[in-house]
Nanobody, 124 residues
Framework: QVQLVESGGGLVQAGGSLRLSCAASVRSFSSYSMGWFRQAPGKERELVAAVKWSGGSTYYADSVKGRFTVSRDNAENTVFLQMNSLKPEDTAVYYC?????????????????WGQGTQVTVSS
């Protein structure tokens, strides 16, 4: 069973930063590719960043490239999302997700396990 718990969300002014964390209760965390998704009111959930199980590759949506950084600490079973230069349009519930699928780890459709989400609100 995979349990994912996000933390670090909150209210921040535009231009500010937040760091999200996702703690995974799972065996062989290093076997899972990890993704960060977000869902704003009235919009579909979108994959914003992902890190391959090996840690050697990352994916970013165009909307966050250059501002967000995804990383993982396999010793601590944790994945992070550093968010800088935040914009009001980044406001959403952010979800951590995991997949054991080796291929296509950068596609939203392959993620099977989800956290409960953490709210990020960016004020203008």
């Amino acid at each position: 069973q995979v349990q994912l718990v996000e933390s670090g969300g909150g209210l921040v002014q535009a231009g500010g930063s937040l760091r999200l964390s996702c703690a995974a209760s799972v065996r062989s965390f290093s076997s899972y590719s990890m993704g960060w998704f977000r869902q704003a009111p009235g919009k579909e959930r979108e994959l914003v960043a992902a890190v391959k199980w090996s840690g050697g590759s990352t994916y970013y949506a165009d909307s966050v490239k250059g501002r967000f950084t995804v990383s993982r600490d396999n010793a601590e079973n944790t994945v992070f999302l550093q968010m800088n230069s935040l914009k009001p349009e980044d406001t959403a519930v952010y979800y951590c997700a995991a997949t054991l699928k080796i291929a296509d780890w950068y596609l939203a459709s392959v993620y099977d396990y989800w956290g409960q989400g953490t709210q990020v609100t960016v004020s203008s």
